[in-house]
């Protein structure tokens, strides 16, 4: 059985600032890799528990080399560093058995969640698949349903599993904190929340292999549509292929490739950098 994992930093349990999720952020930055690693190898160590052979792991935080892979558990290869062309998703493919999606977050515009954002939150305002809003987890899923793989695991705050849970039918999740603001949240302890972690990624191995798991569930042709915080910014959007403006800030990418329109989506993330965002 092989396993795919997404990781981030912002749902994992005790990070709520962005010292604690950026090189810039010195010590506390350091420790917040350390926390990110104990829960990816919690997950890692769950998987291979419940029967996963093989592992492979896509780093999805920020510059993407945030974890020094000599102390990544299981054997497991890890896709590293930026411009991937897959983003957040590169790696993933139909030889896999199961997505598991580790430290997320939710959407910029949802419900208070610690850290919140949606890819680029100096350019995203808001996101929808098919009319339902979504954050990261659920743009994401647009490229596990294109390879029929079941998101299986998921962690974070519950918001993020509120979220994520209609692309995600039958899978086993971790609520790693409540969050409070933005910039607060009451956290599990680090043990504890590595030990749920454990568990749930090995109670979702056994539940792929006993095939309770579904795919996302998007219906096809698939629309992804976008707010933008610029017209500027929508403007540049339409550079990219697929994306067709359909308000002052409002963008929509339809198609019934839904790797396509992913692929369009990641070129907006990058281009739209030249027109305001990062």
């Not at 079941?150 to 849970?165: K, L, M, R, Y």
Request: glycine fraction near 12%; hydrophobic fraction near 40%; proline fraction near 4%.
């Amino acid at each position: 059985m092989k396993i795919w994992i997404s990781f981030d930093m912002e749902g994992v349990a005790g990070i709520v600032d962005w010292d604690q999720c950026r090189p810039s952020g010195g010590a506390r930055y350091d420790v917040g890799c350390q926390l990110m690693l104990a829960e990816v190898n919690a997950a890692i160590e769950g998987a291979i528990a419940g029967g996963a052979t093989e592992v492979v792991l896509n780093d999805s935080h920020g510059t993407m080399a945030n974890l020094d892979p000599r102390a990544v558990a299981g054997g497991a290869r890890s896709i590293t560093g930026r411009h991937k062309p897959l983003y957040m998703m590169q790696g993933l493919d139909e030889s896999f058995d199961a997505v598991y999606l580790v430290g997320y977050h939710g959407s910029i515009s949802g419900r208070p969640s610690t850290l919140s954002h949606t890819y680029n939150p100096e350019v995203f305002a808001g996101a929808r698949v098919n009319g339902t809003e979504v954050g990261e987890s659920g743009i994401n899923a647009l490229v596990a349903e294109h390879f029929g793989v079941p998101i299986a695991f998921v962690s974070g705050d519950a918001v993020t599993w509120a979220e994520t849970e209609p692309f995600a039918p039958g899978a086993e999740h971790v609520v790693t904190k409540e969050s409070i603001t933005r910039f607060s949240a009451d956290n599990l302890h680090p043990t504890e929340s590595c030990r749920l972690i454990r568990e749930g990624a090995e109670r979702a191995a056994r539940a792929v292999a006993a095939g309770s798991v579904g795919t996302p569930g998007i219906s096809r042709p698939a629309t992804l549509e976008l707010d933008v915080q610029t017209g500027d910014m929508a403007e540049v959007a339409t550079w990219a292929r697929g994306v067709e403006r359909t308000g002052e800030r409002t963008l929509a990418i339809t198609g019934d490739d839904l790797l396509a329109v992913f692929r369009s989506f990641v070129a907006v993330t990058y281009i739209t950098r030249q027109a305001g965002g990062r």
